[in-house]
């Protein structure tokens, strides 16, 4: 099997799959997720990942009827099942099957759905990334995991239309984070990071990032930057499950970082061991 599909119980390959036409995530896209990669059969940072998924259901009230234990379980099982080396691996729950009703009742049975598709990760840490910067017009429930994410969509189709990479979100000159992405960035070696507030998802990368560089002994700072101190900072970096750390070279037609390669590639290589000693095979 080269990719797999999971809901509720049923496992397909990926293109057979099919999903009741009143699950509530098919309406109102009332549900959550979470995803990461997978080498030598070990996702990498589970933990943190259904750690994160369990508290984005919580701030949406849906009821879990699995445990985190069960869905570790379950997870680490799947992967089992495909042989096609690297995984991309994607977990989601709905509220559940119901007929269209923007309310719900509190004894509905949530939908858990996960698929696996073979994953190509780049870590050479040498592709820098072109990025646009638009406004943030999306909701203020960023910091939960959730599937609504049509403006996302949005914003990420309009920049590869344009041969770009990502878009940085910004509200009012404050740079938020990326459509699918956090950011960082690096001056005067200090890492800097956006606080964990509404207004951006509670990266895993984002986390081990700053204890990379805590390590490292790099200054960290977790507050709020602007679009100016982004552009005159020594680095700009993106950080996702698929890209833990990744540089940036434009933002709006505009030259940016490349001017302390030498924390970069220390942070890079910090990054990068980590998620190859995690995923391993003793």
């Known amino acids: 099997m080269e990719d797999l599909a999971y809901y509720n119980g049923k496992i397909t390959r990926l293109s057979e799959m099919m999903v009741p036409f009143n699950d509530r995530s098919h309406f109102f896209g009332d549900g959550v997720y979470d995803a990461s990669v997978a080498r030598n059969g070990i996702i990498f940072k589970l933990e943190d990942h259904i750690e994160r998924f369990f508290n984005s259901m919580a701030l949406i009230d849906i009821q879990p009827d699995f445990t985190k234990d069960e869905l570790r379980e ?61 406004p943030d017009h999306r909701f203020e429930f960023c910091h939960i995991k959730t599937l609504n994410l049509l403006p996302n969509v949005l914003a990420s189709q309009s920049a590869t239309a344009q041969g770009l990479d990502e878009v940085v979100y910004h509200r009012e000159q404050r740079v938020t984070e990326c459509a699918h992405s956090n950011i960082s960035i690096l001056t005067n070696g200090v890492f800097q990071t956006a606080p964990l507030d509404h207004w951006i998802l ?81």
Not at 103 to 121: D, E, F, V
């Open 74 to 134: 379950l997870l680490q099982d799947l992967c089992q099942k495909l042989k096609t080396g690297d995984l991309f691996v994607y977990f989601q729950v709905s509220r559940g099957t119901a007929v269209r009703n923007h309310s719900y009742t509190q004894t509905i049975k949530p939908n858990l759905a996960i698929y696996m598709i073979p994953w190509t990760g780049d870590f050479s840490g040498g592709h820098r990334l072109k990025l646009m910067t638009v």
């Open 202 to 282: 509670p990266g895993i990368a984002r986390k081990y990032l700053l204890l990379a560089s805590q390590s490292l002994g790099f200054g960290i700072s977790e507050k709020p930057f602007t679009i100016e101190e982004m552009l005159a900072a020594d680095e700009i970096i993106v950080s996702s499950s698929g890209a833990l750390c990744a540089p940036v070279s434009e933002i709006d037609g505009r030259a940016v970082g490349g001017r302390d390669s030498e924390r970069l590639q220390q942070l890079q290589t910090k990054i990068y061991q980590d998620f190859f000693k995690e995923t391993d095979i003793d």
